[in-house]
């Protein structure tokens, strides 16, 4: 079975500093899209950052960006310049081409922002 | 920026009583959009994928007589809980992309909890 695995329940980052979550996934697929979503307490689902399999770059969106190494199956979110406003559940997502968008999630990692 | 709306936000009704969800794209089209379900403290799971002027595809598990999807234009999509039962008590969330192809970026709903007593 093609899983993804979020192994931190909870991270804890003071503001202004740099919080890193993993994600790692198991597939045969060669191609694939990678997503991070974040969940605040209001429930809405929101994109971070995307990536796709083939492209070796790794993706940066400001304050995000992602460390992706494909041989090792893993897809790892930095956070720099912590604020308050990124508290929130935080989920690893991918889709397969075989799966157009349908999203399949890990367990989440609750991050908490510390003034 | 691409939004979904979904309706009602909080729904709270007997055991035994259907309850409709709506799930809107406002300012998009959109021929395909997904529902899933989260229950506190844990992931989301794709219950189905509602495609327009066709039946839904359900994920394994999930029962089809139990959650109708109805996709009806391309604005909409209605997920009905039928004889819902306290275990039904959730937070379902839908989706759509506003591009066609994959690796688009899923707009979600707010999300709807539902509350069976």
């Known amino acids: 079975a093609q899983t993804v695995t979020q192994s931190q329940p909870e991270m804890s980052v003071q503001e202004a500093e740099t919080v890193t979550l993993s994600c790692t996934y198991d597939?045969?697929?060669?191609?694939?899209?990678l997503f991070w979503y974040k969940q605040p307490p209001s429930r809405q689902m929101i994109l971070v950052i995307r990536q796709e399999a083939y492209k070796q770059q790794n993706a940066t969106e400001n304050r995000f960006s992602v460390n992706f190494q494909k041989a090792a199956k893993s897809f790892s979110l930095k956070i720099s310049d912590s604020q308050l406003g990124d508290a929130a559940m935080y989920f690893c997502?991918?889709?397969?081409?075989?799966?157009?968008?349908?999203?399949?999630f890990g367990a989440g990692t609750q991050v908490v922002v510390t003034p | 920026g691409a939004v979904v709306s979904q309706h009602p936000s909080w729904v709270i009704c007997k055991s035994g009583t259907s309850v409709k969800i709506e799930c809107r794209s406002l300012?998009?089209?959109?021929?395909?959009m997904f529902w899933y379900r989260q229950f506190p403290k844990q992931s989301l799971m794709l219950m189905a994928t509602?495609?327009?002027?066709?039946?839904?595809?359900?994920e394994q598990g999930v029962e089809k007589d139990k959650f109708l999807i109805n996709h009806a234009s391309l604005t909409l999509s209605t997920l009905t809980v039928t004889s819902a039962h306290p275990e039904d008590s959730s937070f379902y969330i839908c989706?759509?992309?506003?591009?066609?192809?994959?690796?688009?970026?899923?707009?979600f709903g707010d999300g709807t909890r539902l509350s069976i007593l």
């Open positions: 597939t045969s697929e060669s191609d694939y899209y």
């Open positions: 300012d998009f089209q959109a021929t395909t």
């Open positions: 989706s759509a992309s506003q591009g066609q192809g994959w690796g688009q970026p899923q707009h």
């Open positions: 997502a991918w889709e397969t081409t075989d799966s157009w968008g349908k999203l399949q």
């Open positions: 509602s495609n327009e002027g066709s039946k839904a595809t359900y």
